[in-house]
T-cell receptor
């Protein structure tokens, strides 16, 4: 489908669990992004990594912890989440110095019970 | 910061008709205007984009027009087909954040056979 893959595609977790989302891009890009997509809300940018360094954190609660070990992989570690954190979590990649085209993965549908 | 407004939020057309979705933005320095299509269960996919040095770009049945003076750009889909049914998002670059995009709230397009 695209050059960006995400696992798992679906995840159900309790509020006390710890889980991780994984993203991998095969496009040779040097920037990766995490977005949150809730019902009836626009895409909310959470984190940006450029050349494996976090360059942006949009006031995301500390229960979300990103990790970027190299330019092809991005993780989102989750712990003690709240039911309102249930959403579709999308990963994207691009070339950081423009021309801005971002390519998205299929997303992970997260349900917090 | 940059602001992007997208209208309408929902659009229903008969197969074969045309569909138009419009976005307005606030930053006159914006120079890149992409449109994304998101089908059910998938991540957004870039379908067409335009840069500020041209007023119109066409790719088969889809086109994007840009009016820099009025600060708006539109997605045009002609001869709509049921497979065009999806949510469409516009985006503009985030001022001061190289590579970041700000997305509109989306338009749910339904094409009735």
């Amino acid at each position: 489908e695209t050059g960006v893959t995400q696992t798992p595609r679906h995840l159900v977790m309790g509020m006390t669990n710890k889980k991780s989302l994984k993203c991998e891009q095969h496009l040779g890009h040097n920037a990766m992004y995490w977005y949150k997509q809730s019902a009836k809300k626009p895409l909310e940018l959470m984190f940006v990594y450029s050349l494996e360094e976090r360059v942006e954190n949009n006031s995301v609660p500390s229960r979300f912890s990103p990790e970027c070990p190299n330019s092809s992989h991005l993780f989102l570690h989750l712990h003690t989440l709240q039911p309102e954190d249930s959403a579709l979590y999308l990963c994207a990649s691009s070339q950081r110095d423009g021309p801005y085209e971002q390519y998205f993965g299929p997303g992970t549908r997260l349900t917090v019970t | 910061g940059e602001n992007v407004e997208q209208h309408p939020s929902t659009l229903s057309v008969q197969e074969g008709d045309s569909a138009v979705i419009k976005c307005t933005y606030s930053d006159s320095a914006s120079n890149y205007f992409p449109w994304y299509k998101q089908e059910l269960g998938k991540g957004p996919q870039l379908i067409i984009d335009i840069r500020s040095n041209v007023g119109e770009k066409k790719d088969q049945r889809i086109a994007v027009t840009l009016n820099k003076t009025a600060k708006h750009f539109s997605l045009h889909i002609t001869e709509t087909q049921p497979e065009d049914s999806a949510v469409y998002f516009c985006a503009v670059p985030s001022r001061g954040s190289q590579g970041n995009l700000i997305f509109g709230k989306g338009t749910k397009l339904s094409v009735k056979p």
